[in-house]
């Protein structure tokens, strides 16, 4: 079995691992990691989004070997570094942006990875970056209302109730 | 200025912090020392007899602890239904076994064959591919009116037929009912499918199971949404292990929308595997199993008859439905099409006369049950689509047939034909608020522009009743139901005057957390971070049904307010000997303990204190200690209500579809947390437009599931629906529980559907494609244009 190393969440990672590991499991099982969560086994439902090297992947569609040396960040290294939930984060409190919290770390992931390129998006491009992501409680109002709040924008055309 | 604090305040959630920093703890975020794992082989056929079921080579392969097969099982309880109906003709409902592994036959796809316990998960998957299995296919029973046919091959042999049973609700109003047909000026009939849907929350089904050789203790860890049903069911009908010997724990749990009610074979498969084992043994749901196992919802046949007077007021309706069991019934199978169908069947209107009649049918596919809104969408689909076809047919506007025959504001209590009692409502206002929130007046501009853009614009409206909060345990049980649905609650208030609840309800989206906290706080005046709320563990909570149904605020939120009275009342006896008062002299508000006409005072701590360390105590009067339960068993349903809207723009030359505007006005009578009530009807009606538009299962002649995965399967995404505007200040406080409440989860889901497609229908229609008149679910853009080069 190749060994592997990965930084996860800046803290170095190394292990023996099956070649067919996905890096979602390794993330997981290994890196105990369990805030990446597994919604689906076709690449669809985004709850396994991470950050690797920066750019947004759905875990689940990747070999853990193929990220050997790379930098992830999943959802637990994604508060502010006094470990207060971040803006973001903050944002989907505020507005009601989560139910029962499975799909949570994908959007939260997907929406930082938004934010990066596009630091005030409009409704429609939000819902456009989410198409990777789905979420069957919130019916992505609030998700979206989040969003929009946490890029600083207007969230009125959105209407709270 | 929105309160701040207790009932009525949009408390932020305190759930919310764990979930976003990856925190929650789901079953499958659970390992237990030593743990092995389970990988089930299941039948890819969906109806066959096995004639090979070779296990060997596969038991020899690396990692394998034990495999085992049906023989392994047979003795166990089936896997148990917890409603038994009574046919027309007096008969009991064909209740067959439901194995926990095929014995011998498969009767769906997916079906489990054995089960592969191994080290790793993969080296059980591996060996579950390597058991060899044979099996002599039969040609499938999937079409429900071809499976009552007298020819048609039983599902189970032991049956000799595939009727589950033949349901008239009321039968004693049959014939008056037929009598309204023959003398009425309208009749309106309109066949309709409600189509088959599969839940899909976010997180799959798991279960993880350990067992104490010592104690002789199992301890179950699964998706449940109610987990003291589940050690009922399982301990008592199915493995036969004392309540006292099992616990059962739903932690997070990410979703569930009525799929993780039932009791599954898989929860029971590890529980048995980890006695016998002497380990912990975990099985964990993919994507695609979910879809072969979990129950599906709704999947209704349906003609329905209006019958109307000349004013297009509403003289009588009769349904004939079949309802698809599948290939098994789980716990509330045969309950969700009658007890949870038929009393709401009649929503807002005065209609003075119903005939609801529902024959259950076994086929060789995944089991139905419980869907979010469960029975009350099916019946509020068919109501709401006859209605809009008899306006047409009369010539009146949708608004005006639905408003001419409500039940009036005054008519309250009101007594329906179909059983129950609607306690309060104000159907009228909803519908006002709903028109005034769409600005349906701008409508005709709206389509006009649309218009201009090529595109076909119309608007659709439901109005709505559903029957939830389940239940009045001693009328179900005259239904036929074989359990009790009260809830119990435990409110222990702490030395130093914190507060733990208890509730047997369980939160798996609904934010329990947050607004049971809010309904203690509002009694004791005390800060909500001061409360913490506790669930889920059938070892911390003394009882509980569990959370579906809309029942969780309505009853379960009961429970505790009754619990959290007798602690006031018992913390107001000892205030008032604390200060040598008349218990009568003393008040208790916003925390503090007053006697009347003085300045004698004592905090809400002091007293919690007092209690715990009783040095000045009333002994021989009260005992030490401050904690409380109650059961609360509500004497009615209750029955939430709205007006919904929705606008779809249709695209006449892709026949695709676009809601470009839905509005909700609903009822849920006194709100705990509006921004939380918010966003159930955002999801509910999120799941609405799913099933009217996207959403389908589809097995193909031989049985197969064709619509297997999300890649299949279309749940909405982000794009796919549109920013919705719910309202709920329209209010009528249910009469019969402490709170007021009438529930709010199911809503939007029970009433977006027939929105949805009264919306395509009215815009095809609009657009000159008169003959129109219905298009069944969903509306993909295939069935919308098909219809409009058809009409």
Known sequence: MPEITISVNGHAVSADVEPRTLLSGFLREIADQTGTHIGCDTSQCGACAVHLDGSLVKSCAMLAVEADGADVTTIEGMTNADGSLSVIQAAFVEHHGLQCGFCTPGMIMAAAALLQENPKPSEAEIREHLEGNLCRCTGYHNIVRAILAASGQDVAPIAAE | ?791
């Open chain 2, 1 to 791: 200025m929105p309160k701040d604090h207790g009932i009525g305040a949009p408390s932020k959630r305190r759930e919310d912090p764990r979930f976003l920093m990856g925190k929650g703890r789901y079953t499958d975020d659970i390992n237990l020392p030593g743990q092995a794992y389970v990988a089930f082989r299941r039948s890819d056929v969906a109806s066959g007899t096995i004639t090979r079921l070779d296990i060997s080579r596969a038991a020899a392969m690396p990692g394998v602890i034990r495999i085992f097969t049906g023989d392994d099982f047979k003795d166990a309880g089936s896997l148990p239904c917890a409603w038994e109906v009574t046919s027309r003709d007096g008969s009991k409902q064909a209740e067959p076994r439901h194995p926990i592994l095929a014995e011998g036959v498969v009767r769906h796809i997916g079906e489990a064959l054995a089960g592969v316990v191994a080290e790793t998960q993969a080296e059980a998957m591996d060996a579950a591919e390597a058991i060899e299995v044979e099996i002599s296919e039969h040609v499938p029973v999937l079409d429900m009116a071809e499976a009552l046919k007298d020819d048609a091959r039983p599902v189970h042999e032991s049956l000799n037929s595939n009727q589950c049973f033949d349901w008239g609700f009321i039968e004693d109003n049959k014939a008056a009912v037929d009598a309204a047909f023959e003398d009425a000026h309208h009749v309106t009939t309109l066949e309709l499918v409600n189509n088959r849907c599969v839940a899909n929350p976010m997180e799959p089904r798991c279960a993880v199971a350990e067992y104490n050789k010592g104690t002789e203790e199992y301890t179950l860890y699964s998706t449940t949404q109610n987990p003291h049903v589940i050690r009922l069911m399982m301990g008592a009908f199915v493995l036969s292990i004392p309540e006292n010997k099992l616990r059962v724990v739903a932690p997070d749990v990410g979703g569930a929308f009525g799929s993780k009610i039932y009791h599954y074979g898989e929860e029971a498969f590890v529980t048995r595997a980890a006695g016998l084992l002497g380990r912990p043994v975990k099985w964990t749901s993919s994507r695609s199993e979910a879809f072969l196992t979990d129950a599906q919802g709704r999947d209704h046949v349906t003609k329905i008859e209006l019958a109307l007077d000349e004013e297009g007021m509403f003289l009588a309706f009769r349904t004939d439905t079949l309802a698809n069991m599948g290939a098994y019934l789980r716990l509330f199978s045969t309950v969700t099409p009658t007890y949870l169908h038929g009393p709401a069947a009649g929503g807002p209107y005065r209609t003075p006369l119903a005939y609801v009649r529902v024959r259950a049918v076994f086929t060789n596919t995944i089991p139905v049950d419980a869907y979010r809104g469960a029975g009350r969408p099916e019946g509020t689909y068919q109501l709401e689509r006859v209605i809009d076809k008899a306006a047409y047919e009369m010539g009146l506007s949708p608004v005006d047939i639905r408003r001419k025959n409500f039940i009036k504001p005054d008519e309250f209590p009101y007594q329906t034909p179909l059983a129950v009692l609607y306690d309060s409502g104000n159907y009228h206002a909803t519908l006002d608020k709903l028109l005034e929130i769409s600005d349906f007046g701008g409508f005709e501009a709206r389509k006009a522009a649309a218009a201009q853009r090529g595109k076909l614009r119309g608007f659709g409206f439901t109005t709505w009743v559903e029957c939830s909060g389940l239940a009045p345990s001693q009328l179900i049980g005259q239904l036929g139901a074989r359990a009790g649905l009260y809830e119990s609650a435990i409110v222990r208030v702490n030395p130093t005057g914190g507060v733990t609840v208890f509730t047997g309800s369980h939160s798996h989206g609904q934010g329990h957390e947050t607004t049971f906290a809010q309904i203690v706080a509002d009694q004791l005046g005390i800060d909500e971070s001061l409360i913490e709320v506790s669930h889920g563990d059938t070892a911390k909570i003394p009882f509980g049904m569990g959370t579906y149904g809309s029942r969780s605020g309505a009853v379960g939120g009961a429970a505790i307010l009754k619990a959290t009275e007798k602690v006031v009342a018992k913390a107001t006896r000892l205030a008032a000997h604390l200060m040598e008062a008349d218990e009568a002299d003393v008040s208790f508000s916003d925390g503090m303990f007053t006697v009347r006409g003085t300045n004698k005072s004592l905090d809400w701590s002091s007293v919690a204190l007092a209690a715990y360390v009783p040095h000045n105590y009333p002994a021989g009067e009260m005992e030490p200690g401050l904690e409380e339960s109650a059961f609360f068993d509500p004497e009615n349903f209750v029955y939430p209500a709205g007006a919904y809207g929705c606008e779809v723009e249709v695209d006449p030359g892709t026949g695709e579809t676009d809601v470009v505007g839905f509005w909700a006005a609903d009822d849920f009578g006194v709100v705990i947390n509006p921004m939380i009530v918010a966003g159930q009807q955002h999801g509910g009606v999120a799941q609405g437009i799913g099933q009217a538009l996207r959403e389908h299962t589809v097995y193909d002649a031989s049985g197969q599931l064709l619509s297997g995965s999300f890649m299949d399967y279309s749940i909405p995404r982000a794009s796919d629906v549109p920013s919705f505007v719910v309202d709920h200040s329209c209010q009528t406080p249910c009469e019969h529980n402490p709170l007021g409440v009438k529930g709010c989860g199911e809503a939007g889901a029970i009433g977006s559907p027939p929105a949805v497609v009264n919306a395509v229908v009215d815009a095809l229609r609009g657009g000159g494609h008169d003959a129109i008149t219905h298009i069944d679910m969903p509306l993909t853009p295939q069935r919308v244009w098909k219809a409009m080069q058809a009409g």
